[in-house]
């Protein structure tokens, strides 16, 4: 391939033969071979064949030292593969002999059996082999050196491309000579500077498919390679451009091939990153090359017509790379050689899973009801998104109860291989594949809906990509890192109103408006949708980009274009439908799972997850959890779950082993009660503590009496159960157990004595029971257990001086006293942390449940020495489950959260606020007729009418239901259900409250129009 002036040597093979057998004593046949400026010939002898080389005798000696340095070094290290030199009679790499009397080299080679490339079909294995081939030839090659190998002036040296340029002159189409000039400044602009920071190396430099040798049995396999012939000293990236660039000649699929060749090649020599940036240019600048010297040779030569034939596939694939983004090529080599497909995409997704976002709508999408728009058939009568009819299929789908302000919103997947990209535009020069994948997140909602920034940026662009199926009005925001790398988001198939609201170069804030989604006529002709997505690079684009990407290149493009859920961060399963729905479920769990197991509201909840104060649905909307007081310290708390899970792994059993995790917790549990409670027992549940408690104390006072509040509830054992009113009065229940009796529910809401100074006066009720007690038992002695605050009495706050009166009555009789702190333990009340403590009493006995294990099932009983001592009479205490190291490992890590996070006093801080909230809507709704609680443990009670406080039993329902519906769950509690509790998990925060107060206000207003 390179000038050279002279003519080849032109010997008869006879002569050939003949000084074959002289200098290297190997007679045999030679037939000619091609070379293009020496004499070749295959030479069989003794069975073996050979390549006899004779030089132009206008070839410079250096050159062939160079050659035979260079093969007698890669025989050294035994790359096999390759032509290894026969030494002449005398012992010597070459011989001389005279042509047309000049002197000119001989020399002889081994034969490298196979097939040329050239003569075999391309597919991609072979081409991989082919870089892996290369590869390990450059490795080979690492630390070779030689002084001939330094050829400034060589032609073909790819690191002086440069000196062509005035070549660029002589092609004759003026396209193509812009073509070439381009790629001249490009290369002077962005690739020369970078070269002096290039590893360089002694080259090949002509692995073309004559030279490339595969196996004849499997074409795929690289058999050797032949003619060092331009070899120079360069870049050591050039050899792999210049591999790349022969290998992509005529190839149908130009990203699979350069894929494979570069990954071949960095498999067995690894590239850096600035290396595998440069060689998609590198190896365009070796077709400049070679288009130039054919142009500038047919210019000196204009009679050989072979030399413009010659160069037409290396212009076809110039302009084919011409029509696509070279900065996606370099992505694909990028990605090709191990690295990220673009430097910091994976930095970047990272940084964007836990920055803080805006919403992208005004009205959280994520607590928007929905519907998943898999394109893939699973939803078989779901039109196009770019038919008409897709708009009335999406309206009816819209749930029929849900309030029109709450949005109801599809969701188009990232990922998704689409068939509906099948138009020209999805497909590019490259490659026959269409782009069908999608780069982006879909959100479908009614024209108009209004579109926020996610986060901080500046416009980029603003743009109206009119084609059809395309963007529409389309906005490009530029964002930066923490670390100031710039990034993208892109908002696409917007409303008309966007050039008003944004133009580049504008500062926008996080939350700020940005545009409206835009109808069918504005946006690329799709039903009313967003197209939102994240870009890490905008390659050479501006104003649009690749909203869909080739699947068979996902990896690069999902570099470039990260999920744009780190944005919305939608649950997964606001992207899949479900295969078994509520109404589903709920008819086979009533198949194996007892009627009277009940199921909350009308219309089931399947819920999947739950982080936070959050829950997540079957269909991947959010709920507001206020009501769940068992997953204390959050749902999925990480440092539960990790505790759980890590001890889990390591050990499981029950509690005839000791173990230190359970007197870590009982210390920890100790160390936070009053006075004398310092002994701990662990069992599974609050029933369980309940039951174990009541034996402890009826063991000490050697009888059951036992003293309840009207309305308690203590569990769901029959022991339990005939100490809790609420259960045993209520529907199937049964008459009052003698040893039971009933305190007045000290209410001072709606109870016969009123304000928070009643305590006193219900407290006097107590003597009624203990002269009942004494009537049937000849002594007042009884255990008094009750609820610090009480729960489903309606979140009632105890009135002052309630506990300490009647636990002052108790003990006057010989009595002992039992605090269930199963709801209102932990930090709920504020920084009290047990409820009792806000009574100023100090009780003989305390029961923990829920909190305590945030939702594995672990309670405790903590009581005095004194009467542990007379619980242990002799029957033993044991408990297969209670205390085990898993649970305890949780309790720890509970009580590890509640400290860490302050806990108790966030509850008081964020429950003061929700009170004042609830007071404040108190006013404006005359149905709120008391707002009462502590920290998280708050009621409100509606009521018909303020004076009459008759209980708005209906309303409470209407409104839990309303809340359903705008995404809070809310329930009710209260002798007539008509008490909204509110005590949610205590991670709930003020966000959390303000929602909480927005949805009640909403739901209220429902009532009152
Ligand atoms: C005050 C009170 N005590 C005891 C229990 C029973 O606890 P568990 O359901 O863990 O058995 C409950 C449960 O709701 C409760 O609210």
Known sequence: MTEFAERNPDLSMQALADLAAQHFGRGGECRPLPSERDQNARLSSGGQDFVLKLANPAEAPGQIDLQNATLQHLARLDLPRLPRIVPTLAGRDRAVVEVGGRPAILRLVTWVEGVPLARTERTLPQLENLGRFMGELTRALQGFGHPQAFRPDFAWSLDHVLQLGTHADDIVDAGRRALVKRLFSRYEAQVLPRLPGLRASVLHQDANDW????????????????????????????????????????????????????????????????????????????????????????????????????????????????????????????????????????????????????????????????????????????????????????????????????????????????????????ADAASAERRTRHLGIDIFAPAGTAVHAPLDGVVESVTYNADPLDYGHTLVLRHATRAGRPFFTLY???????????????????????????????????????????????????????????????????????????????????????????????????????????????????????????????????????????????????????????????????????????????????????????????????????????????????????????????????????????????????????????????????????????????????????????????????????????????????????????????????????????????????????????QGVTPDIVVLGKPIGNGHPLAAVVTTPELAARFANGMEYFNSFGGNPVSMAVGNAVLDVIETEALAARAAATGDGLMQGFRDLAGRHALIGDVRGMGLFLGVELVTDRDSRLPATGAAEHVVDQLRLRGVLASTDGPDDNVLKIKPPLVFGPEEAAILLAETDAALFTLSN
Not at 262 to 269: I, L
Request: proline share 6%; glycine share 10%.
């Open 492 to 838: 696409g198939h917007l409303g008309g109103s966007l050039p008003g609201l944004c133009q580049p170069g504008q500062t926008i804030r996080a939350g700020d408006l940005i545009a409206h989604f835009g109808d069918w006529h504005e946006n690329g002709g799709w039903a009313p949708h967003l197209h939102l997505q994240v870009i890490s690079s905008l390659l050479t684009q501006s104003g649009n980009f690749f909203g869909v990407g080739h699947d068979s290149l996902w990896d690069v493009w999902a570099d470039i274009s990260p999920d744009a859920n780190l944005l919305l961060r939608l649950e997964p399963e606001s992207f899949r439908i479900d295969p078994e729905p509520p109404e589903q479920l709920l008819a086979r769990r009533r198949q194996v799972i007892g009627p009277s197991l009940s199921v909350s509201y009308r219309e089931k909840l399947k819920i999947v997850r739950g982080r936070g104060a959050w829950l997540c649905d079957h269909t991947g909307r959010r709920y507001l959890d206020t009501v769940n007081n068992i997953t204390h310290v959050g749902h999925c708390h990480p440092h539960v779950v990790q505790a759980l899970a890590r001890q889990a792994a390591e050990l499981n059993t029950n509690t005839r082993y000791l173990h230190d995790a359970m007197p870590r917790l009982a210390e920890r549990l100790a160390a936070s009660m009053p006075g004398d409670l310092r002994v701990v027992y662990f069992v599974n549940s609050g029933t369980e503590a309940n039951e174990l408690a009541l034996r402890i104390a009826r063991t000490a006072l050697g009888k059951t009496d036992t003293v309840v509040l009207d309305w308690g509830y203590h569990g769901n054992s029959g022991g339990t159960v005939a100490i809790s009113p609420y259960k045993f009065k209520r529907k199937g229940g049964f008459p009052q157990p003698d040893f039971v009796q009933i305190a007045s529910f000290p209410d001072p809401y709606r109870g016969p004595h009123r304000g928070p100074d009643s305590g006193p006066a219900y407290a006097a009720d107590i003597d009624r029971c203990l002269d009942a007690v004494t009537a049937r038992t000849g002594s007042g002695a009884a255990t008094f257990i009750a609820e610090s605050l009480s729960g489903v009495g309606g979140q009632v706050v105890l009135p002052k001086g309630y506990l300490a009166g009647v636990y002052a009555r108790i003990r006057a009789r010989g009595g002992l006293c039992i605090a269930d702190e199963v709801q209102c333990g932990f930090g709920r009340v504020g920084p009290a942390f047990w409820g009792f403590a806000t």
């Open 211 to 426: 030279n490339v040798i595969t196996d004849a049995a499997d074409p795929a396999r690289i058999a050797g390679l032949i003619d060092f012939g331009d070899m120079c000293h360069g870049r050591t990236v050039n050899e792999l451009a210049i591999t790349l660039a022969y290998a992509l000649l005529d190839m149908p699929d130009l990203y699979a091939a350069t894929r494979a060749v570069v990954t071949g090649f960095a498999r067995s020599f690894s590239l850096t990153e600035a290396e595998a940036e440069l060689v998609f240019d590198l190896m365009r600048m070796r077709l400049v090359a070679s288009v130039c010297i054919s142009s500038h040779q047919s210019k000196l030569h204009p009679e050989n017509d072979y030399l413009l034939i010659s160069q037409a596939p290396a212009f076809a694939l110039l302009e084919r790379l011409d029509q696509i983004d070279p900065a996606f090529m370099v992505a694909l080599c990028r990605k090709a050689a191990g690295f990220e497909a673009v430097p910091g995409a994976l930095a970047l997704a990272e940084e964007l899973a836990d920055r803080p976002m805006r919403p992208v709508l005004a009205s959280d999408p994520r607590r928007a009801a929905r519907i998943a728009l898999p394109t893939d058939g699973s939803r078989a009568d779901m039109p196009a998104f770019s038919d008409r009819a897709f708009d009335a299929w999406i309206a009816e789908k819209r749930p029929s109860g849900l309030p029109a302000d709450v949005p109801f919103l599809g969701f188009g997947l990232y990922g998704e291989k689409r068939s509906v990209y099948t138009a020209a535009q999805f």
